[in-house]
């Protein structure tokens, strides 16, 4: 991100970023970028509307465009009503949103986030959602970094999936779920001391793939309420019982693992 944000001198192979060269080109290449980054920087003793007043000057814009730009930008947000305010007493995703503001104060090309909604309650990471995929119906290239898989479902048409450094798959969600999962996820889960019992039996049933928890089975299938079936068939009777669609972060989890990583 580091690189991409011309902040950092590439380690090797080729970087250009919008037909320039970040090493001989940085200062041009970072006046059409946007940056949002994962913790917030804003100035807690200016007021909303001086947070982005303030930021524009440092792209050398003229006040009058940058006013201009202010007020469509709080209007983009939805913070019209809290521009006089201090931005300390904020809740958490109203100075998300104006971050995502400010870094729009140049009108940039690209948009590179780290992590944006981390911390944010579902309602302000819908909110942030909705302002972010406007920006892509504008035009606008979003670059982000996210744990949230159901965020990388929602924003992304292209994603890659990381591990210890390294691209391990690439392509659309819809590509990355067909290729390393199943239609659909059947999750069981059994009486206390019954799920060893269970796990021998739902083997014996040749699942495409089948993923043991701390408390859940989980059957990757085509059909989940037929396999379900199946699984009634021979004598078990779960608990509880779920079927749901694969998601990404079934993709996820099958490529990096289910071990916390440092």
Known sequence: MRMLGCVSPPTYGDLIILGGDPVRDGAAIRARLGVVPQEDTLDGELSVRENLLVYGRYFGLPRKLISERTDQLLDF???????????????GGMKRRLTIARS???DPDILILDEPTTGLDPQARHVVWDRLFR???RGVTLILTTHYMDEAEQL???????????FVAEGTP???IAQFSTAEVLELRFASGLMD??????????PERMEVTADRLLLYAADG???LARVREAGLEPLTELVRRSTLEDVFL???GRTLID
């Open 77 to 91: 947000v939805q913070l019209t009503e809290r521009a006089g305010d201090q931005v300390d007493p904020l809740s």
């Open 104 to 106: 729009l104060i140049n």
């Open 135 to 137: 920006l892509k119906q």
């Open 156 to 166: 992304c048409d292209r994603l890659v999936v990381m591990d210890h450094g390294k």
């Open 174 to 176: 819809r590509e990355l």
């Open 197 to 206: 019992d269970a796990v021998q039996k739902v083997k014996d049933l040749s």
């Open 225 to 227: 309420d037929e396999f």
């Open 254 to 256: 099958h490529l990096t």
